[in-house]
C-alpha cells in the first residue's frame, strides 16, 4: 500500500510538472507583449528597458524556464506583470478562498438536492415521480452555467432584488453578506453537479437493490426501511464516492465561467483574465493550483475507494 | 477524470457483434421511449434548420437596422438585437455552427482517439506506455478546462476552437477504444483471426473496432452534447469563433449588456443551446440503454 | 450663456494665452508664480501653457453650487466602471485615469488644483521661484502626518523624488528630467534646482494627480509593507486612508482623523467597488447598492436610462478625445508611401483613393446612433468640442472626409473596385468591449461601398504592440484625454508622435500611420504660439490637412458622463475635470 501509495504521488508530482512546463513554454509562443500593454500609456525607451530586464524577458526563454522552476522550488511562484507586480502566490492566496467558498456552498447545495432526490426516484421507479426528477436532472445537465447564471441575476437580482447581482465578501465580514452573495453563484455552478449526482445516486441504488445480499436481508424479515438504510445506501454510496473527485472537475470548471458572470475573483477568474492578459506568472501559478486540485482530487478518490471497497487492494 | 459519463471499465459486456440484431432492438426499445422520441424530433428540427437556414431565416442574420431592441412581434417573432439585427435568424445561422463545430470535433476527437486507443491497447508495451500517459495526463483535467487553456495557446477564430475541443475530447475516446481492444484481444475470435494471419492493421480495424463500437458510439453521442456546451461557453468567455460569426454563446454574451432593456437576447438563444443538448443527452440515454453500457463517472 | 458669461470667457482665455511660449515664465512675474496659492490668472496661464486649459476648464461650474450641504458623516458606496480589478494604486505605476481618482483622495503632492482652477499648496505651505526661474524653494506644511502616524518631513520628499526618477521604480521617471538637483534646506523646507526654467513644472511636475512623479509616498509604510502590498494599500497623508483593498473585491478608505485640514473630508468611509460589465453597474446603483459612479466612462446603452431614472443625477458634457478608424497606409489596397504631395495629386493614387472613399463611406450620424445611442459628437479631427475655442465646426462640411456615399462609391470605382468588386476582405481590430462599435463600422462599409470588413476582437496587449508596431490593417481606437491642441496633435499626428508607429520596422516603413511635412511643421508652430487666434489658425490649419488627407477615417468625440444618486451632494467646487474628489462630498 505504501509502496503503491509513493508510486502514485510521484506520478502526481510529475503530472503537475508536466503541465506546469507544457503552459510555461507554449504561453512564450504566442503574440502579445505584456511589457509593451503595459507602457502604452507613459513609457520612456529606459523604462521600458528597465522593466524587460527586470522581468528577465531580455534572457533566453529556456533561461527564463529554469529560473522560474528554480523559484517555484522555493514557493516563489513570481509577480503579476500588471500594475503593482503583486506576488502570484498572494493573487492566488486571495482568490482560493472565493473560489473554494463558492464550490463548497454548490457542493452543499447539490447535495442537499440530490441525494434525496436521487433515492426517490430510485425507490419509485417508473412512477411519475422518478420521470419527473430524471427530467428536471436532464434539464440540469442541458444548462449552460453561464446561461443560468444570467437568468438568476435577471430574476432574483435585477428584478425581484432579493440577493446581490454581483461581487464576492469574505466571511471576516459576517456570515450572511457572505451567502449572500454566493447563493446565486452556487446555484448556477452546482446545478450539473447536483443532476449528475442525482443519476448516479439512482443508478447505483437500483443496482444494489437488485443484489443477492439484498434479498437475504428481505428473507431475514428485515423491514424495506432498514434495508434501504442499513444495507442499500451504505452499498450504493461507495460509486457515489468518485464523485467527490468528479465534483472538483465539474465545480471548478463551473467556477471559471460563472466567476466571470458574477465578477468574483476567484481561481476561474484569474485563470482566464491572466490568460487574455498575457500575464504569464499568473497563468502559472493559477494553472498549478487548478492542476493540483484535480491531481490530488483524483488521488484521493483512489485511496478512499479503496478504504470503502474491500474487494480493492493495491499493491 | 472527464465530464465524460462512460467509464470505460465498465464496458467490456457491450460487444456486440450482431448489427442487425442491434437494429431491431432500436427499433423497438425507441418504441417506448418518450425522451428519445422528444429528443429525436427535437434534434431533427434543429438539424433541419441547421441546413435550411439560409431558407427559413426571414432576415440576413447580420443585417443591422435602426429598429433596435424591438420585442417579439409579427415582423420579428423573437425580437430584434442591440443592433436592430432579427434574432430568430441569427439563432438560426447559429444552429449550423453550434451543431457543425459539436458534430466535427467529436468525429475528429472520436478518429484520432479511438485510433491511439486501438493502437495502445492491441500492441501494448512501450507504445501503450507512452499513449497512455499522454492520455492519463490529460485524463487529469476537465475537457473544458482542457479546451480553455488551448485556446488560449491558438488563438481564437472557427479552426481553433475545433482544434482545441477536438483535441480536448480524444482521451474520452482513447481509453473506452483502449479497453474495449483489451479485452477483445483476448477474444477467440482475434485469435482466429491471428492464427489465420491477418495482417495486425486488418485485425483492428476489421475485427476489434466493430466490436468496440457500441460504447465508441454512446460516448460520442454524450460528447456531441458536451462539444456544443464547450462552443457556447469559449464564445461566452471571448475565447471562441470571430466575432462576426453567430454562435449561440456569441449571442449570449453580446445581449449580456442589454438583457434588463431586452429579456429576448437573454432567454432565447440559452433555450436554443438547452433544447438541442437536452435532446441529445435524452438520445444519449436511450442508446445507452439499447447497447446495456453502463453510466458510471 | 449670457452675453456676460461669453464675455469673460473670452477674456480669460485670452489672458490665460497672452504669453511668449519661448519666455520660459510665460510672462508671469516671478511673485506671481510664489505664493501659498496661485492666482486664478497664473493658474490659468500655466494650464494653457503645459497644454492642459480646455474650453471646459472656463464653462461654469454644474448647478447646484450653492446646494445645501448635507451633514457630514456617513459612508459613500461607489462603482468604478468598465473595470474588473483597480490593479495598482501605487504612484510611480499608475497609468490609468480611474485609478489616479482613487489616490487623489489618499496621497497628496505639494501641488493641487481645484475646480475653481486655482492652483494651491497641498502639501507645500508657500514656494519661491527665483529670479532666473531655475530654482523653487517650498516651505512644506508642519504637523502633517502620514496615515500610519509618521510625520511627513522634507526627507519624504527627497525619497519620493529618489524613487520616482528612478526607471526601474517608476515608470513617471521622465517627467523630473528637467529637474537637476532637489535639496533639504532643514525638516520643512526643499529646493528645486531646474536645467531649465519651465514654468509649468507647478501644475505639471508637481500636480498630486496628474503629476504622479511627485504624489508623496512614505518611506516607512513602504519598508514596511513592500512595494506590491504598497500598490495595494498605499499609505499617504490625504484626506482618506484605505483601510482594506482587495483586487476585484474593492477599496475601502476612511476619513482620516488628522488631515491637515480639519473640515475635511465630510464623509466617514467611502467604499470603491470595481464593476465590470453594463448590466451590473445598472442594476447596482438602481437598486442602491452603489450611489456614485466613477473610473471609466459607463457604456452608452445607459446613459438614457439612467436620465430617466428621478433618483439619479446624470451629468452630461463633450469629453475631450476622438475615436478613429485607423489605416494602415502600408497594407494594401490602401498603400500611400508619401503624404507629401499636393492634395489633387494624391487623389490620383490608387492607394490614396481607396482611403479616402472608406473615410468618406463612414456615416458618422448613423454610427453614433447605433453604435453610441446618440452620445457622442461626429468628429472629422483629432480636434474636439471641449478644446471649445478650438473646434471647427465646418470641418464636419468642408472636409474631403465628410460622408457622401456617392462620392465614395465613385472614388473606389476609381481605384478599380466597382461596387467593392475584388476589394480583399480587411481585418478590423477592435477591443472587446468595443466589438459593437467595430459591427457597425464593417455594416456601414459594406452598405456603402460593398466591401467586407471583419471586426476581430483583440485584447489590449496584443492591440497595443501591433499598433505600435504597424502591424495591422484597419483598427478602431484613440484618446480619451485630450485637454489641449497639444494632446490631440502632438501626441497624434505628428511623424514623430508616441502613437505614430513607434516600433515600426523603420526599414520597410520609413514612417507610420501618417506623416506630413505641413503638419508637422503646423503643429511645431502652434506650440510656440501665444497669440490664441492666431494658434487657432495654426491648429485648425492642421487639423483640416490630417482631415482631407486622410490621416485616418474619424469617427467620434466621445461624451463625459457623471452619475450619482440624488442624496450625493458633489459641490461644483470638487467637480475637477477626470478626478472624483470626495473631500467635500456629503450626504443628505
Known sequence: MSGYLLRRLIGTVLVMWAVATLVFFMLRLVPGDPVAAMLADAGSAEAEAALRTKFGFDKPVFMQYLYWLGNMFQGDFGNSLYGNNQPVRTILAEALPRTLSLAGIAFVIAIVIAVPAGILSATRRNTPVDTGVSFVAFLGLSMPDFWLAIMLIIVFAANLQWLPAIGYVPLSEGFWPWLEHLILPAIAVGTAFSAIIARMIRSSLLEVLKADYMRTAAAKGLTPRMIMWSHALPNAMIPVITVVGIAFALLISGAVVVENVFSIKGLGRVLINGILNRDYPVVQGAVLVVSAFFVFSNLLVDLLYGVLDPRIRYS | ?297 | MTDDEKKRLRAEWTAAHDFDPRDPMLGLERRELCGPRMSRRATLRLLAASGALTAAHLMPGPVGRAMAQGTPGGTLTCGWAGVAEITTLDPAQIGQVLQFQVTSNVLSGLMHINADLIAEGDLAESWEVSEDGLTYTFKLREGVTFHNGDPFTADDVLFTYERSSNPEKSIHSSVLANVANLEKLNDHEVRFTLKQPQASFLTKTLERASGRAMTIVSRGALEEMGVSQYGLTPVGTGPFRITEHQLGQGVVMEKFDNFYDPERPKLDKVIIKPVDGAEPLAAAIEAGDIQYIGGNPIAAQLIDRFKQNPDLVTDVKPGPGFQSLWLNPWVEPMRVENFDKPLEELKQEKGFQVRLAIAKALNRDLYVQQARFGYSYPAHGTINPAMGFYFEDDLSETSEQAFDAAGAQALLTEAGYPGGEGFPELELMVRPSEKRDGLVIANILNQVLGITVKPVTTEFSVQIERFTAMDFQLRLGGSGGDYDPDDALVDWMMTESKFNGRTRDTDEMPFGFFSEAEVDRLVEEQSVTADPDARRDLVQKANRITSDKVACGFLYHPVDVQVRHKSVNFPAVSRIPGLNDLDRVTLS
Request: glycine share 10%; net charge negative.
Open chain 2, 1 to 297: 477524470m472527464s465530464d465524460s459519463l462512460i467509464s470505460p471499465d465498465d464496458t467490456a459486456t457491450a460487444a456486440d457483434p450482431m448489427p442487425t440484431r442491434r437494429r431491431s432492438r432500436l427499433r423497438a426499445s425507441l418504441a417506448n421511449d418518450r425522451k428519445a422520441q422528444f429528443g429525436l424530433v427535437v434534434l431533427g428540427l434543429f438539424l433541419f434548420g441547421m441546413v435550411f437556414a439560409p431558407w427559413l431565416s426571414p432576415y440576413d442574420p447580420n443585417a443591422m437596422t435602426m429598429d433596435m431592441m424591438s420585442g417579439p412581434s409579427l415582423g420579428h417573432p423573437l425580437g430584434t438585437d442591440d443592433l436592430g439585427r432579427d434574432l430568430l435568424s441569427r439563432i438560426l445561422h447559429g444552429t449550423q455552427i453550434s451543431l457543425f463545430i459539436g458534430i466535427s470535433t467529436v468525429l475528429i476527437a472520436l478518429v484520432i482517439g479511438v485510433a491511439l486507443g486501438l493502437i495502445a491497447g492491441y500492441s501494448g508495451g512501450w507504445i501503450d506506455l507512452v499513449i497512455m500517459r499522454y492520455i492519463d495526463l490529460q485524463w487529469a483535467f476537465p475537457n473544458f478546462i482542457i479546451a480553455v487553456y488551448l485556446v488560449a495557446v491558438f488563438g481564437t477564430g472557427l479552426v481553433n476552437v475545433i482544434v482545441a475541443i477536438s483535441l480536448a475530447f480524444i482521451d474520452d475516446f482513447a481509453r473506452v477504444a483502449r479497453s474495449m481492444t483489451l479485452s477483445l484481444r483476448q477474444e477467440q475470435f482475434v485469435d482466429a483471426a491471428r492464427t489465420m494471419g491477418f495482417s495486425n492493421a486488418r485485425i483492428l480495424f476489421r475485427h476489434i473496432l466493430p466490436s468496440a463500437m457500441a460504447p465508441i458510439i454512446v460516448q460520442g453521442t454524450v460528447s456531441v452534447s458536451y462539444a456544443i456546451l464547450g462552443e457556447a461557453t469559449l464564445s461566452f468567455l471571448g475565447l471562441g469563433v470571430e466575432a462576426t460569426t453567430p454562435t449561440w454563446g456569441l449571442i449570449l454574451a453580446d445581449g449580456r449588456g442589454f438583457i434588463s432593456q431586452a429579456w429576448w437576447l437573454g432567454v432565447f438563444p440559452g433555450l436554443a443551446i438547452m433544447l438541442v443538448v437536452l435532446s441529445i443527452n435524452f438520445i444519449g440515454d436511450w442508446l445507452r440503454d439499447v447497447f446495456d453500457v453502463r453510466e458510471s463517472l
